[in-house]
């Protein structure tokens, strides 16, 4: 089992900036990508931006440009830098991993774990 805990969120203005943070602990033996998902009201959750344990990114379209996922490997976390934030960037935002080679799956409901998330909120 693994427990992820996330950290960060906030009320931020348009344009504002946060970085998110999470923790994985347990058992991580094997741990490979890490990955942020977020989830609005009312939507479905949804992957913003995953990494390798290699450190190769992918983002969502929606946040190219403004965002930035890196890892700590001897810290079990990875970050998520958002820059210039929308309002339509408000949500839940939670992270999760994969194991061995396996990258992160847009289906969020195929991960038994998640952490409690952080919310981030931007106002206009």
């Known amino acids: 089992q693994v427990q992820l805990v996330e950290s960060g969120g906030g009320l931020v203005q348009a344009g504002g900036s946060l970085r998110l943070s999470c923790t994985a602990s347990?058992?991580?033996?094997?741990?490979?990508?890490m990955g942020w998902y977020r989830q609005a009201p009312g939507k479905q959750r949804e992957l913003v931006a995953a990494?390798?344990?290699?450190?190769?990114?992918n983002y969502a379209d929606s946040v190219k440009g403004r965002f930035t996922i890196s890892r700590d490997n001897a810290k079990s976390t990875v970050y998520l830098q958002m820059n210039s934030l929308k309002p339509e960037d408000t949500a839940v935002y939670y992270c999760?991993?994969?194991?061995?080679?396996?990258?992160?799956?847009?289906?969020?409901?195929?991960?038994?774990?998640w952490g409690q998330g952080t919310q981030v909120t931007v106002s206009s």
């Open positions: 999760n991993v994969e194991w061995g080679e396996a990258t992160m799956s847009p289906s969020w409901w195929e991960y038994d774990y």
């Open positions: 347990g058992n991580i033996f094997n741990m490979g990508a």
């Open positions: 990494i390798t344990s290699g450190g190769s990114t």
